[in-house]
């Protein structure tokens, strides 16, 4: 399949379970990015990586950890999170420097109970 | 600091209309801007870059320097342009896309 994927596509999870969302790509992109997506906010940034190195982390509380082993596959692990951490977690990539856009997935929509 | 700001949330305007979404921004820089547009049940995706100076769907959107300013323009508004549209701002030196809030845009028959 070609373009950003992204599993699962809807995950329910308590607050004391830990999780991981997928993020495949492949574009041949050098930077992966995670996204929060909550009702009423713009999209937040999270986390960027470029060629598997974090380049930015965006503030984002611990209880959200990223892994990217490689450059076609980004993680978002959740560990003890709070109900309103519930939200759609979007992945992107692109190619830099070019001056191109991103490359979104469908999201994966998460629950916290 | 890097914002967009989308003051609207919601447009509605009737098939054929024109169409102007705004989108103004902070940086003090020289940015690269984008609009983005979701369409229902769909994935968010690039919908043109300023930097392009191209039309897309019979979209246009010019950077205004003076204005920090990135309004979408439309003449004639279809219904299937229908959908929720995003301003996004990526700063020098930086991957990371800044978005606006979103300006959802009904064209009704």
């Known amino acids: 399949e070609t373009g950003v994927t992204q599993t699962p596509r809807h995950l329910v999870m308590g607050m004391t379970n830990k999780k991981s969302l997928k993020c495949e790509q492949h574009?041949?992109?050098?930077?992966m990015y995670w996204y929060k997506q909550s009702a009423k906010k713009p999209l937040e940034l999270m986390f960027v990586?470029?060629?598997?190195?974090?380049?930015e982390n965006n503030s984002v509380p611990s209880r959200f950890s990223p892994e990217c082993p490689n450059s076609s596959h980004l993680f978002l692990h959740l560990h003890t999170l709070q109900p309103e951490d519930s939200a759609l977690y979007l992945c992107?990539?692109?190619?830099?420097?070019?001056?191109?856009?991103?490359?979104f997935g469908s999201g994966t929509r998460l629950t916290v109970v | 600091a890097q914002r967009v700001t989308q003051p609207e949330k919601l447009l509605s305007v009737f098939k054929g209309a024109p169409v102007e979404l705004k989108c103004n921004y902070s940086y003090s820089g020289s940015p690269e801007l984008f609009w983005y547009v979701q369409y229902s049940r769909q994935r968010l995706q690039l919908l043109l870059r300023?930097?392009s100076r191209e039309s897309i769907k019979g979209f246009t959107a010019d950077l205004n320097k003076g204005e920090t300013s990135f309004h979408l323009k439309k003449p004639f508004a279809q219904e299937e342009d229908s959908a929720m549209y995003y301003c996004a701002l990526k700063g020098t030196g930086r991957r990371a896309l800044t978005f606006g809030s979103g300006t959802r845009l009904q064209v009704q028959p």
């Open positions: 300023h930097i």
């Open positions: 992107a990539s692109s190619q830099d420097p070019a001056p191109g856009g991103y490359t």
């Open positions: 574009l041949g992109h050098n930077a």
């Open positions: 990586y470029n060629f598997k190195e974090q380049t």
